[in-house]
């Protein structure tokens, strides 16, 4: 059996493919950020505690980490929106 695709078929398969390798991709990065955001949420926590239990704790370190955070979900907004907009754009 043989099979033939046209012109217009392939390009359309290549475009769908390269979506799907994209949205894939934006998903991984979007884990990767929360990954990283827990992971510097974790170390405010442990600041925190630390000063709850008497260390002296550094009120800019903390802050730092937490306009960190602000960045990382900025980041990860956008690649949502990106993903909606795509999903958006397909359904058409």
């Known amino acids: ?18 979506a799907t390798v ?4 934006l998903e991984r990065e979007i884990r990767d950020l929360q ?4 992971l510097q949420m ?5 600041i925190m505690y ?3 239990r008497g260390s002296p704790s550094d009120s800019g370190e903390v802050q730092r980490i937490l306009e960190f955070v602000d960045g990382l979900y900025e ?5 949502m929106e990106e993903i909606s907009s795509a ?6």
């Open 87 to 92: 999903a958006l754009r397909a359904a058409r």
């Open 1 to 18: 059996m043989k099979f033939t695709l046209s012109i217009p078929t392939w390009k359309g398969l290549q475009n769908r493919t390269g």
């Open 22 to 25: 994209s949205h894939v991709r």
């Open 42 to 46: 974790q170390m405010v926590g442990e």
């Open 75 to 79: 980041e990860m907004e956008a690649h």
């Open 35 to 38: 990954e990283e955001i827990d």
């Open 50 to 52: 630390a000063a709850h």
